[in-house]
């Protein structure tokens, strides 16, 4: 099983890139939200993935962090709900406003999403109420967005400084990690720094 793959991107579209790792082309279906943050072609990303063996295809699902990856794994066991959709759905609305939609019985924007009638909009309320509570506890939606926005400027200053991307964001994430995500773009550079002087 495919579960993460680091490599360099050769080609994006607006659900689906290509990472070329160890000579090989990795064509991975992304939503959105994935999409938004990878880095420009020519550079290095590290993509969390969900490998689902078809009939007639082998299909690579690539996602940003594990809790987008873990939700689409989720919506995948909802009746009616099939990868297209899920990539719909994780496209098209946040993880912690899908977790707050869920948690507070929000059918009614469950509804307005892509692909989704009244009956499996329901469905998705009824099998996966008992099963998000965790994805929420740590962080409030505004808090998840401002760290995502500090670490990816953190990484692109210190790509301009000479870092190679895939380095400076495994350092952006170990400081965070380290310090619990309490500090601003220029801390975080400050320690990066600190750590890799020579």
């Known amino acids: 099983m495919i579960a993460q793959i680091t490599g360099k991107i050769i080609s994006k579209k ?7 790792c160890s000579g090989i082309g990795f064509l991975l279906s ?17 993509l969390q993935t969900l490998l689902i063996p078809k009939e007639d295809a082998m299909l690579l699902f690539g996602f940003y962090t594990d809790q987008e ?13 099939g990868p297209k959709s899920a990539l719909g759905i994780l496209s098209s609305i946040s993880i912690p406003e899908f977790c707050s939609a869920i948690n507070t019985n929000n059918l009614a924007l469950l509804k307005k999403m892509p692909g989704i009638g009244p009956k499996t909009a329901e469905r998705i309320l009824v099998e996966l109420r008992d099963k998000l509570p965790n994805f929420e506890q740590s962080e ?10 500090i ?4 990484v692109n200053a210190l790509v301009t400084l000479g870092f190679l991307r895939a380095k400076a964001d495994k350092e952006v994430r170990q400081v965070l990690k ?14 990066v720094l600190q750590k890799n002087k020579h």
């Open 14 to 20: 607006t659900t689906e890139v290509v990472v070329l």
């Open 30 to 46: 992304s939503p959105i939200s994935t999409m938004e943050k990878l880095p420009d072609i020519g550079e290095t990303v590290t």
């Open 69 to 81: 990856r873990e939700i689409f794994k989720l919506l995948m066991t909802v009746s009616g709900i």
């Open 140 to 149: 409030s939606a505004g808090d998840h967005e401002d760290i995502l926005s």
């Open 151 to 154: 670490a990816q400027d953190a």
């Open 178 to 191: 380290e310090n619990d995500n309490n500090l601003t773009i220029e801390q975080i550079i400050s320690i």
